[in-house]
T-cell receptor
Framework: NAGVTQTPKFQVLKTGQSMTLQCAQD?????MYWYRQDPGMGLRLIYY???????DKGEVPNGYNVSRLNKREFSLRLESAAPSQTSVYFC????????????FGQGTRLTVV | QKEVEQNSGPLSVPEGAIASLNCTYS??????FFWYRQYSGKSPELIMS????GDKEDGRFTAQLNKASQYVSLLIRDSQPSDSATYLC????????????FGTGTRLKVLA
């Protein structure tokens, strides 16, 4: 059982380049999330999708877009990467109910130079 | 005021001791609380969830919730060097959208 799978695991971009981070879950979860983690800042929510067909901004959405492609997949796109977007990105999923627990992918370490 | 606050540590305890990790949250209506463990360079791993006031035990771990004081804690009994990690507290605010708000984490060091 793979759980939450993210690709790629590592990426180096030049300033201004674009890329899409992919995330897929096989737990039949309704809700999916994208977080970034920076030293001393903890996990900050970028965007989330409460259910298939819906997406909402989190705490730090600027510079990002998301697509909930289907129930399994939730992608994060950086249209024009900036050095401030250097971070570790985590995708997570949950059942989307009051007592649902979130499970994380292995993360993507992104460096923008 | 941050929504979820934790002391960043490091909290150092000797092997075999009890480690006590604390977390406070600002939204009084929050109903779901979670503890995650994160080893350096790895993703967060769920340890425990708690939803009702009181204690919940799972092996060496005990989560404690006090909604009146807006306080949740994690006790690790018989701490082992392998418990050395960052512990993240997460709260589901009462917005109905089930988004998880995390504290910045407490770094725990268990000394052999």
């Amino acid at each position: 059982n793979a759980g939450v799978t993210q690709t790629p695991k590592f990426q180096v971009l030049k300033t201004g380049q674009s890329m899409t981070l992919q995330c897929a879950q096989d737990m039949n979860h309704n809700s999916m999330y994208w977080y970034r983690q920076d030293p001393g800042m903890g996990l900050r929510l970028i965007y989330y999708s409460a259910s298939e067909g819906t997406t909402d901004k989190g705490e730090v959405p600027n510079g990002y877009n998301v697509s909930r492609l289907n129930k399994r997949e939730f992608s994060l796109r950086l249209e024009s990467a900036a050095p401030s977007q250097t971070s570790v990105y985590f995708c997570a999923s949950s059942e989307g109910r009051l007592k649902g627990e979130a499970f994380f992918g292995q993360g993507t370490r992104l460096t923008v130079v | 005021q941050k929504e979820v606050e934790q002391n960043s540590g490091p909290l150092s305890v000797p092997e075999g001791a009890i480690a006590s990790l604390n977390c406070t949250y600002s939204d009084r209506g929050s109903q779901s609380f979670f503890w995650y463990r994160q080893y350096s360079g790895k993703s967060p791993e769920l340890i425990m969830s708690i939803y009702s006031n009181g204690d919940k035990e799972d092996g060496r771990f005990t989560a404690q919730l006090n909604k009146a004081s807006q306080y949740v804690s994690l006790l690790i009994r018989d701490s082992q060097p392998s418990d050395s990690a960052t512990y993240l507290c997460a709260v589901n605010p009462p917005s109905g959208t089930y988004k998880y708000i995390f504290g910045t984490g407490t770094r725990l060091k268990v000394l052999a």
